[in-house]
T-cell receptor, first 116, second 117 residues
Framework: AQSVTQLGSHVSVSEGALVLLRCNYS??????LFWYVQYPNQGLQLLLK??????LVKGINGFEAEFKKSETSFHLTKPSAHMSDAAEYFC??????????????FGQGTTLQVKP | DTGVSQDPRHKITKRGQNVTFRCDPI?????LYWYRQTLGQGPEFLTY????????KSRLLSDRFSAERPKGSFSTLEIQRTEQGDSAMYLC???????????????FGEGSWLTVV
């Protein structure tokens, strides 16, 4: 079975500071990994995904994440936080292969607060 | 707009009533998913369709819940005899099945909020 653990339900940073949101996964097979962002009362928007091409994945809005197999981690970072980054962030895992349904298993989410 | 569309966006209903949500996926997508999300939690998988076939259902999907995807296009999620515990946001998502290295990117709709009073 696959699972995702997001460490820290709330993260607060100052505008311009580094953003680091932590995600650890558990999977018996090499997974696909995703980060989604959710703004209040909206659906989820894909930030980036890891599909085994490059371990450092760049996404939208200046975010990136690094897949570390030895640590089973896929942490999300952004060098300089902007006020508009305040939102809920979800890490998710899915299986791979043509027979896989592709369904996502989500973590509990991390609320990012950006202080002026 | 060619994204995933959900209707209605908000629904308030009395306990015991039936409600139905509709989802229109991205037009060429053959996979469709329903998720449920409660406040402060991540989305939880409910069910999955490939074309018109419902191929997987979560244990969360009690017998009061039914989902359909006639003709493999839009989908409906019906909840019968609603309970207060059904209050949540119901998210629909779609994707195009891919066996390649690009993976299976899932696109979400804006969600349908259900409040059972």
């Amino acid at each position: 079975a696959q699972s995702v653990t997001q460490l820290g339900s709330h993260v607060s940073v100052s505008e311009g500071a580094l953003v680091l949101l932590r995600c650890n996964y558990s999977s018996s097979v090499p997974p696909y990994l995703f980060w989604y962002v959710q703004y209040p009362n909206q659906g989820l928007q894909l930030l980036l995904k890891y599909t085994s091409a490059a371990t450092l994945v760049k996404g939208i809005n200046g975010f990136e994440a690094e897949f570390k197999k030895s640590e089973t981690s896929f942490h999300l970072t952004k060098p300089s936080a902007h006020m508009s980054d305040a939102a809920e962030y979800f890490c998710a895992v899915s299986g791979r292969g043509s027979s896989n349904t592709g369904k996502l298993i989500f973590g509990q989410g991390t609320t990012l607060q950006v202080k002026p | 707009d060619t994204g995933v569309s959900q209707d209605p966006r908000h629904k308030i209903t009395k306990r015991g009533q039936n409600v139905t949500f509709r989802c229109d996926p991205i037009s060429e997508h053959n996979r469709l998913y329903w998720y449920r999300q409660t406040l402060g939690q991540g989305p939880e998988f409910l069910t999955y369709f490939q074309n018109e076939a419902q191929l997987e259902k979560s244990r969360l999907l009690s017998d009061r819940f039914s989902a359909e995807r006639p003709k493999g296009s839009f989908s409906t999620l019906e909840i019968q005899r609603t309970e207060q515990g059904d209050s949540a946001m119901y998210l629909c998502a779609s994707s195009l099945a891919s066996s390649g290295a690009s993976g299976n990117t899932i696109y979400f709709g804006e969600g349908s909020w259900l409040t059972v009073v």
